[in-house]
T-cell receptor, first 113, second 115 residues
Framework: SQKIEQNSEALNIQEGKTATLTCNYTNYSPAYLQWYRQDPGRGPVFLLLIRENEKEKRKERLKVTFDTTLKQSLFHITASQPADSATYLCALGRRAYGQNFVFGPGTRLSVLP | DTGVSQDPRHKITKRGQNVTFRCDPISEHNRLYWYRQTLGQGPEFLTY????????KSRLLSDRFSAERPKGSFSTLEIQRTEQGDSAMYLC?????????????FGPGTRLTVL
């Protein structure tokens, strides 16, 4: 069956360290993968997209990698800050015209001062 | 504010009642999506529109759920004969289909509690 998993449910790291979140999927062939941030009581906010033919994407302190052989994406936040504390969601984009997005369960990141 | 708006933000209803939610997308966006999210889970796709046409519905969407986007602008999601299992956050998102990054813009959601 199709499945998307994101590392642990919660991740605690110390301020200034690099946070690494994983997104693993099975039985999907996404055309691209997105990462979103969600704060409590709010809708998700788009952060980055990476396509199937791209290995790595960067935006400021964020870096995303995509390995279609391993069926895995890694999301890194360097020099993490308490303001980065949130739930991070990965979403797979379907190849077909319909372009549904399938979301993972999310990882709740807490950056401790 | 030119973001996606949803109304109401909270709805408490008794089992068996009908509820309707409204979503106003960003005005130039031609795609509109509805999702449901429960605690500790990611958003679950329900349905989406391209302009006024409903192009896809999730197989998980029962006959009690119906959505419309009559003029290709705002959309409504109706749940008939609500059940306790319908309690969730209902999220609306919109996007412009030709955007290269396929970014969806989400509204704040409507939190439904069925007693």
């Amino acid at each position: 069956s199709q499945k998307i998993e994101q590392n642990s449910e919660a991740l605690n790291i110390q301020e200034g360290k690099t946070a690494t979140l994983t997104c693993n999927y099975t039985n999907y062939s996404p055309a691209y993968l997105q990462w979103y941030r969600q704060d409590p009581g709010r809708g998700p906010v788009f952060l980055l997209l990476i396509r199937e033919n791209e290995k790595e994407k960067r935006k400021e302190r964020l870096k995303v990698t995509f390995d279609t052989t391993l069926k895995q994406s890694l999301f890194h936040i360097t020099a993490s800050q308490p303001a980065d504390s949130a739930t991070y969601l990965c979403a797979l984009g379907r190849r077909a015209y319909g372009q549904n997005f399938v979301f993972g369960p999310g990882t709740r990141l807490s950056v401790l001062p | 504010d030119t973001g996606v708006s949803q109304d109401p933000r909270h709805k408490i209803t008794k089992r068996g009642q009908n509820v309707t939610f409204r979503c106003d997308p960003i005005s130039e966006h031609n795609r509109l999506y509805w999702y449901r999210q429960t605690l500790g889970q990611g958003p679950e796709f329900l349905t989406y529109f391209q302009n006024e046409a409903q192009l896809e519905k999730s197989r998980l969407l029962s006959d009690r759920f119906s959505a419309e986007r009559p003029k290709g602008s705002f959309s409504t999601l109706e749940i008939q004969r609500t059940e306790q299992g319908d309690s969730a956050m209902y999220l609306c998102a919109s996007r412009f289909v030709d955007r290269d990054d396929n970014e969806q813009f989400f509204g704040p959601g409507t939190r439904l509690t069925v007693l």
